[in-house]
């Protein structure tokens, strides 16, 4: 192992040099030149192979990359991820205004004694405010944004599927992974369902006892939604009737973009499921901004971003070009909840009216019950499709 200060130069394009930091255990990983595709794969392999088993924190030094693309960006995500995973920490440093730009991940700092700090007492260094990008870079940024969010959403959906992947091995005593990711997928597909949303199922339901997982349950017929008109292979459709619901509360709002969150269980969260017409930026923001469903119990208005000064949220919103938000429940006529549709709006001052309120909070009370009904009947059909095919 090299002492403190000690660095061990690479020949690989772009420059990296490797530094051990022994005072607080950590790695420093100075990278130089741009990281383009061919980049990010020197990039991984450095974050595989050069990270001493004992280093609590890996820092990324991109104080002299001048550019990094997609790529490179999707990189340094997922090795955040993995290490977090691992109990460790990934800290990146980036003075540069671009690349502070594009790479927006946990624990970024603009200057290498920060991200120090940081290992030395973490979560106790604040980062600092990013200026927003050049009018000439928008279109680029939009799109390394997009896939920042989609790169994020992944990144914490996958360890959910792989784990029930595992699972679905195991119990049915299956060849290997892609066998058991087969038999997941192929059910999710027959049954409109999203990969995430079967295998939290599976995660979360007792394992069958015999060859049937649900013996004598009673099957019912979808309850009606008289709030959207959909066709006879939608109405048990999960994506039409929640692209329905979003649509809708757009409709009566008339709001600029709407977003729906769902009750996350059993970690009792609120996860984004769908959005339209979010800024690329603002929906990056929702895709990690997982809040207790606790704190939701009935509709909140915010008539004026502007003047909410505690407000989490504010200054994404008012960047987005938001300005009031309106949030209603999805609650079951049992007064479970389900989720919550937002509204937002380009102009301040939003005070719904009671004809407003009144249509929306009809099509959320279908919506959950929809979705309570979903969960005991096309859910269960999907994992006893699975459990009849797995076998």
């Given at each position: 192992?090299a002492?403190q200060g000690?660095?061990?130069?690479?020949?690989?394009?772009?420059?990296?040099?490797t530094e051990?930091?022994s005072?607080?255990?950590?790695?420093?990983?100075?990278?130089?030149?741009?990281?383009?595709?061919?980049?990010?794969r020197?990039?991984?392999h450095?974050?595989?192979?050069r990270?001493p088993?004992?280093?609590?924190?890996?820092?990324?030094?991109l104080?002299?990359v001048g550019?990094?693309?997609?790529?490179?960006v999707?990189?340094?995500?997922?090795?955040a991820?993995r290490?977090s995973?691992?109990?460790r920490?990934?800290?990146?440093?980036a003075?540069?205004?671009?690349?502070r730009?594009?790479v927006?991940?946990?624990?970024?700092?603009?200057?290498l004694?920060?991200a120090?700090a940081?290992?030395?007492g973490?979560?106790e260094?604040?980062e600092?405010?990013?200026?927003?990008?050049?009018?000439n870079?928008?279109?680029e940024?939009t799109?390394l944004?997009q896939e920042i969010?989609?790169?994020?959403?992944?990144?914490?959906?996958?360890?959910?599927?792989a784990?029930a992947?595992?699972?679905?091995?195991?119990r049915?005593?299956l060849?290997?992974?892609?066998?058991?990711?087969?038999?997941?997928?192929?059910s999710?597909q027959?049954?409109?369902?999203?990969?995430?949303?079967?295998?939290?199922?599976?995660?979360?339901?007792?394992?069958?006892?015999?060859?049937?997982w649900?013996?004598?349950?009673?099957?019912r017929?979808a309850?009606?939604?008289?709030?959207?008109?959909?066709?006879?292979?939608?109405?048990?459709?999960?994506s039409a009737?929640?692209?329905?619901?979003?649509d809708?509360?757009?409709y009566?709002m008339?709001s600029t973009a709407?977003a729906?969150?769902?009750v996350?269980?059993?970690a009792g969260?609120l996860?984004?499921?769908?959005?339209?017409?979010t800024?690329?930026a603002?929906?990056?923001?929702l895709?990690?901004?997982?809040?207790p469903?606790?704190?939701?119990?009935?509709r909140?208005?915010?008539?004026?971003?502007a003047?909410?000064?505690?407000?989490?949220?504010?200054?994404?919103?008012l960047?987005?070009?938001?300005r009031?938000?309106?949030?209603t429940?999805?609650?079951t006529?049992?007064?479970?909840?389900?989720g919550?549709?937002?509204?937002?709006?380009?102009?301040?001052?939003?005070?719904p009216?009671k004809?407003q309120?009144a249509?929306l909070d009809?099509?959320a009370?279908?919506v959950?019950?929809?979705l309570e009904?979903h969960?005991?009947?096309?859910l269960?059909?999907?994992?006893?499709?699975?459990?009849?095919h797995?076998?």
């Amino acid at each position: 192992m090299a002492g403190q200060g000690q660095s061990i130069a690479s020949t690989s394009n772009p420059r990296i040099t490797t530094e051990w930091r022994s005072d607080v255990m950590a790695v420093v990983l100075h990278v130089r030149g741009d990281i383009d595709a061919d980049g990010s794969r020197t990039v991984d392999h450095h974050l595989r192979t050069r990270i001493p088993v004992d280093a609590r924190y890996v820092v990324a030094d991109l104080d002299m990359v001048g550019s990094i693309g997609g790529p490179g960006v999707r990189t340094l995500i997922e090795h955040a991820a993995r290490l977090s995973r691992a109990g460790r920490r990934l800290l990146v440093v980036a003075s540069n205004a671009h690349v502070r730009r594009a790479v927006d991940v946990p624990f970024r700092y603009d200057s290498l004694p920060l991200a120090m700090a940081a290992c030395k007492g973490p979560g106790e260094v604040e980062e600092h405010h990013v200026e927003s990008p050049p009018e000439n870079s928008a279109g680029e940024m939009t799109g390394l944004r997009q896939e920042i969010s989609g790169l994020r959403a992944a990144v914490r959906t996958r360890p959910v599927v792989a784990h029930a992947v595992g699972i679905i091995q195991e119990r049915y005593h299956l060849p290997d992974g892609e066998s058991a990711f087969d038999v997941l997928n192929g059910s999710a597909q027959r049954h409109n369902l999203g990969l995430y949303t079967l295998a939290k199922a599976v995660l979360g339901t007792p394992a069958p006892q015999g060859t049937t997982w649900f013996p004598g349950r009673t099957r019912r017929p979808a309850p009606s939604l008289s709030f959207a008109q959909l066709r006879r292979d939608q109405i048990r459709n999960r994506s039409a009737v929640l692209k329905a619901l979003v649509d809708a509360a757009s409709y009566y709002m008339q709001s600029t973009a709407a977003a729906l969150h769902l009750v996350d269980e059993p970690a009792g969260v609120l996860r984004l499921e769908l959005s339209s017409k979010t800024s690329p930026a603002l929906t990056d923001y929702l895709v990690g901004a997982e809040e207790p469903a606790s704190s939701v119990t009935a509709r909140a208005v915010i008539a004026d971003v502007a003047a909410e000064t505690d407000l989490a949220c504010r200054d994404v919103l008012l960047n987005a070009g938001i300005r009031a938000v309106q949030s209603t429940p999805l609650c079951t006529d049992e007064n479970r909840l389900m989720g919550v549709v937002t509204t937002y709006h380009a102009q301040s001052g939003l005070v719904p009216t009671k004809l407003q309120c009144a249509r929306l909070d009809h099509a959320a009370t279908e919506v959950a019950t929809w979705l309570e009904w979903h969960n005991r009947t096309v859910l269960r059909d999907a994992l006893e499709h699975l459990h009849a095919h797995a076998r």
